[in-house]
């Protein structure tokens, strides 16, 4: 079982930056691929980001290439998603997951766990 905690949402400008953090319980965090997925009212939640078992690879959406970055600390059980050059089209609820023993995909149900959500708002 994993528990997922995200953090660090916020209101900011456009141009601005905020991280956001995950912090995950359970003991095999290091076999968990991560993903970052975001959900805008009205709008289905799309995936943002992703980090390898190992943080080894990242991959991310067209849409924040760039602009985002995403990092691990396996020590700590750390997820994190620094964004940059924020737009108000980030605006949305941000959710950390975990896919256990998998790779990092770009479809929300081959995650098994997710956090609570943090609202990111964008102003122009």
């Known amino acids: 079982q994993v528990q997922l905690v995200e953090s660090g949402g916020g209101l900011v400008q456009a141009g601005g930056s905020l991280r956001l953090s995950c912090a995950a319980s359970?003991?095999?965090?290091?076999?968990?691929?991560m993903g970052w997925f975001r959900q805008a009212p009205g709008k289905e939640r799309e995936f943002v980001g992703g980090?390898?078992?190992?943080?080894?690879?990242?991959y991310y959406a067209d849409s924040v290439k760039g602009r985002f970055t995403i990092s691990r600390d396996s020590a700590k059980k750390m997820v994190y998603l620094q964004m940059n050059s924020l737009k108000p089209e980030d605006t949305a609820v941000y959710y950390c997951?975990?896919?256990?023993?998998?790779?990092?995909?770009?479809?929300?149900?081959?995650?098994?766990?997710w956090g609570q959500g943090t609202q990111v708002t964008v102003s122009s």
């Open positions: 359970g003991r095999t965090f290091s076999s968990y691929a």
């Open positions: 980090i390898s078992r190992s943080g080894g690879s990242t």
């Open positions: 997951a975990a896919r256990p023993r998998g790779v990092v995909s770009y479809y929300r149900y081959d995650y098994d766990y």
